[in-house]
């Protein structure tokens, strides 16, 4: 069984690019609670992020005027379905947020806004706690002109950014790796970014962007590799996610647990949902798992190390090659990383083959168009049985985690 491979013998296995699943013990009490701050999180945060992102909706309407926004206007939330064909999984459809088309959107319009609410409270234009509309008053666009937010992104963090920011005022620059795809940076580009093309990869997009941004002064660096306003940005997922999994009637205990399916590319995004899903529920009521490409196992690999820092998967020989860009990320965040070790009960990794087989499936069953990196945790309830020993769940969740902005001759070229 898989739970008896050996360290060793499952890093001789990634070296080889084959998938694997690693077991792991969490340890929650690591991040949660007072121990939090030992690695840099705050169990207020997620609230104070959803706090915001409420104060933010009348802006976000105003804004975004011809946005589908679901349940009420400016409200950043997506809907929880169960699939035609499987029964047994429920899908969270972060491809259908509004603005950027992706779990992104979450943590990346949750960072613009807090800066720019910053900048204004600085200003003296609003007081802390005030509702947000006031940011888009000529006064305070002609303020945050003067002001640049900048992001190294393989393509849907620097959506989110670039679009807010412009959206604001702001002055946008997106460094964008290799990886990147050509229709996200004309998109971008399309409103009014700045894309920086880089021939290296995530860590390289992010390096060049974070030194560029501290040379100057009015410039802001939105750092995935270490930023807590990204982080409490995914978070606030959770409470909204209790009641629809009630109007699923689904209500997850220590008998019987949430398993949730996470893609992970530098580790912000699914370390952000498990912290906020083990605040709200507990930690003993939820298992999440997290899936990488086999080319780019950076989260597995740190885990398995116990190393957050310094480490590349290009060290074990493999080559980041992948066609789920939003995964393609050779370095794990050294915030995310200590996270995802101490609240996740597995890691795992899929081939693009794999993915491919669960893109295609998902769209001839139930039509759901999504990119490659959001199909990755649907295989993720088939890996858990695998592992001997564990709980009977109340419910399993594939975090479906991007393609909304996805053009339909992109999408075609998936299927072929």
Not at 123 to 149: N, V, Y
Not at 375 to 392: H, M
Not at 398 to 406: D, I, K, P, Q, S
């Amino acid at each position: 069984m898989q739970n008896q491979v050996t360290r060793e013998q499952m890093i001789q296995s990634i070296r080889r690019a084959e998938p694997v699943f690693f077991r792991n013990t969490p340890q929650p009490h690591l991040v949660l609670g007072h121990m939090g701050a030992k690695a840099g999180v705050n169990p207020a945060g997620p609230a104070d992020a959803a706090d915001r992102m409420k104060r933010a909706q009348g802006l976000l309407t105003q804004l975004f005027p011809d946005c589908s926004f679901a349940g009420s206007p400016g409200r950043i939330e997506s809907p929880l379905r169960a699939l035609k064909g499987r029964a047994s999984l429920l899908v969270k459809c972060d491809g259908e947020l509004p603005i950027a088309g992706s779990i992104k959107a979450r943590g990346g319009i949750h960072e613009v806004l807090c800066h720019a609410e910053e900048i204004a409270q600085t200003a003296g234009i609003i007081e802390p706690g005030d509702d947000l509309l006031q940011l888009s008053k000529s006064k305070t666009r002609r303020l945050f002109a003067e002001h640049e937010i900048c992001v190294g992104s393989t393509g849907n963090l620097g959506l989110s950014i670039g679009i807010t920011a412009r959206a604001l005022g702001f002055r946008a620059v997106i460094h964008m790796s290799r990886d990147a795809k050509q229709w996200k940076k004309d998109l971008l580009r399309s409103h009014g970014a700045q894309v920086v093309e880089h021939e290296g990869d995530f860590s390289t997009a992010v390096r060049v962007g974070r030194a560029a941004s501290a040379a100057s002064t009015r410039s802001y660096f939105v750092d995935d590799e270490n930023s807590t306003r990204l982080l409490y940005g995914y978070a606030a997922a959770a409470p909204p996610l209790r009641q629809q999994l009630a109007e699923h009637g689904v209500y997850p205990s220590a008998d019987h647990p949430l398993c949730v399916y996470l893609p992970c590319g530098v580790g912000g995004g699914p370390a952000g949902i498990a912290y906020g899903l083990a605040l709200e529920f507990g930690a003993d009521a939820v298992e999440s798992y997290t899936v990488e490409p086999t080319q780019a196992p950076a989260l597995l690999l740190s885990v398995l190390e116990q190393r957050y820092e310094g480490l590349h998967v290009s060290d074990y020989g493999l080559t980041l090659r992948t066609d789920a860009d939003g995964l393609a990320v050779g370095s794990a965040s050294v915030l995310a990383g200590p996270i995802i070790g101490a609240l996740c009960s597995g890691l795992y990794t899929e081939s693009d083959e794999a993915m491919q087989t669960y893109l295609q499936q998902i769209y001839a069953s139930d039509g759901l168009r999504l990119e490659l990196s959001a199909a990755a945790g649907l295989g993720g309830p088939a890996r858990r049985t695998q592992i001997e020993g564990l709980r009977t769940p109340a419910a399993q969740i594939a975090w479906l985690t991007g393609g909304g902005l996805l053009p339909e001759d992109e999408f075609q070229r998936l299927l072929a």
